[in-house]
């Protein structure tokens, strides 16, 4: 009988009782994936800087860039980067619904910025600039194709954390997501910012 409830006194835990994961550990290896992804983009610039002149007769970037459209792109993104900002600072208050008011507006300025990229690929594959077509169009396509991809990946983490910070507001650990998800998206700014000057810029002026 002794033995019978000394084993019902002993319950079974099916977990184990740790410290929370150090926030300081998170950033450094956040900031370790952001210097990977610098990498990645820099062999992207390199590459377009080799190719980016190889037309094979084919069209040239006078010939397809609208730089109107292109800078209504540009201030859409960076209009995303103002409202993470405000999002960033109303979080700092720990006022939730603000915070989610302001993820949303920069989530819609996001879904802006891909979709007016869209509707520039499938205008430039309509005319016939394909990424096989020549070099610099298979140099153009990765590198601003993977910007928007990151961007694409970037909109599913920000719906992900609203959804989080919805169901269990802004603790420590969705203000560490926020942080992260804060120094992405602003990367993501500026490596735009690189792409707007280097390949739309100087394809057009130069």
Not at 80 to 91: C, D
Not at 136 to 151: D, I, P
Request: charged share 10%; with cysteine; hydrophobic share 50%.
């Amino acid at each position: 009988m002794s033995n019978i409830q000394s084993q019902s006194a002993e319950k079974p835990q099916f977990y184990l009782e740790e410290d929370h994961h150090p926030e300081g550990s998170t950033n450094l290896g956040f900031w370790l994936y952001l210097m990977s992804d610098c990498l990645i983009f820099a062999t992207l610039f390199a590459t377009y800087a080799v190719l980016g002149r190889n037309y094979a007769a084919g069209p040239a970037p006078a010939d397809l860039f609208d730089l109107k459209l292109v800078a209504i792109n540009t201030a859409m993104l960076l209009f995303s980067s103002i409202t993470y900002g405000f999002a960033m600072l109303q979080m700092e208050r720990g006022a939730k619904q603000e915070t989610l008011f302001w993820l949303a507006v920069t989530g819609l300025f996001g879904l802006a910025f891909l979709g007016i990229e869209l509707y520039e690929f499938h205008h430039m594959i309509h005319e016939g600039a394909t990424p096989q077509r020549s070099a610099f169009l298979s140099a153009f396509f990765t590198l601003v194709g993977t910007h928007g991809l990151h961007v694409t990946f970037g909109i599913i983490w920000l719906v992900t954390l609203m959804v989080q910070v919805s169901k269990h507001g802004l603790i420590a650990e969705n203000r560490r997501r926020l942080m992260c998800l804060s120094m992405f998206w602003h990367f993501l700014d500026v490596v735009w910012i690189g792409v707007f000057s280097v390949v739309y810029l100087m394809g057009v002026v130069g």
